[in-house]
């Protein structure tokens, strides 16, 4: 089955920096890739998402690329505010069979002001 | 946004009690909804896939009849813990997607049960 593996598991920037998470994915059949944002003890939401037919996707600050022919994907989210201070979680959508979202460990990311 | 509800936000009870949680989408209908398990700084780990009308799909090392999963109605899922010990003491996340949607791609979540084992 797919397995996703997501990297690093802490990350701490100061404010208007850059942060960058990266996540490598096991099924070359997966098309779909969500990442989610999950602040303390709220629910996770989705943030920005990319089908395996773009390369890159782009809201304000935050983007996606995904390389498929590596099997990985990546979240940039440039100019960093203390707000985006959160966990976030990668995700591939398998196929074959019951299509399911896989998770990866998640980023925990601080923002330092 | 597309909202799921989920009650209760939070259980204390014995060990050897049943608790049930619900998951409700409000302003959508559902198909599908999924049940995670969230353990402190970790990641969600997918428990079930619930299907309107039909039995639940579980994951490998999920015990069915420990977890009984009902999907009556496509704005419905429940997720009972029977039998409950310290060790199933957990966060408990279920998610939906819109029925118009694509798949089940784009999830919303449930706020989480949190769920405590005396």
């Known amino acids: 089955g797919e397995n996703v593996e997501q990297h690093p598991s802490t990350l701490s920037v100061q404010e208007g920096d850059s942060a960058v998470i990266k996540c490598t994915y096991s099924d070359s059949a997966s098309n779909y890739f969500p990442w989610y944002k999950q602040e303390l003890g709220k629910r996770p939401q989705l943030i920005i998402d990319?089908?395996?037919?773009?390369g890159e996707k782009k809201d304000q600050r935050i983007a996606v690329t995904l390389n498929k022919t590596a099997k990985h994907f990546s979240l940039h989210i440039t100019e960093t505010q203390p707000e985006d201070s959160a966990v976030y979680f990668c995700a591939a959508l398998t196929q074959g069979g019951s299509e399911k979202l896989v998770f990866g460990k998640g980023t925990k990311l601080t923002v330092n002001p | 946004g597309a909202v799921v509800s989920q009650h209760p936000s939070r259980v204390i009870c014995k060990s050897g009690t049943s608790v049930k949680i619900e998951c409700r989408s409000l302003?959508?209908?559902?198909?599908?909804m999924f049940w995670y398990r969230q353990f402190p700084k970790q990641s969600l780990m997918l428990m079930a896939t619930?299907?309107?009308?039909?039995?639940?799909?579980?994951e490998q090392g999920v015990e069915k009849d420990k977890f009984l999963i009902n999907h009556a109605s496509l704005t419905l899922s429940t997720l009972t813990v029977t039998s409950a010990h310290p060790e199933d003491s957990s966060f408990y996340i279920c998610?939906?997607?819109?029925?118009?949607?694509?798949?089940?791609?784009?999830?919303?979540f449930g706020s989480g049960t949190q769920l405590s084992v005396l």
């Open positions: 990319i089908r395996s037919n773009v």
């Open positions: 998610s939906a997607s819109d029925i118009q949607g694509r798949a089940n791609e784009k999830l919303f």
């Open positions: 619930s299907n309107e009308g039909s039995k639940a799909t579980y």
């Open positions: 302003d959508f209908q559902a198909t599908t």
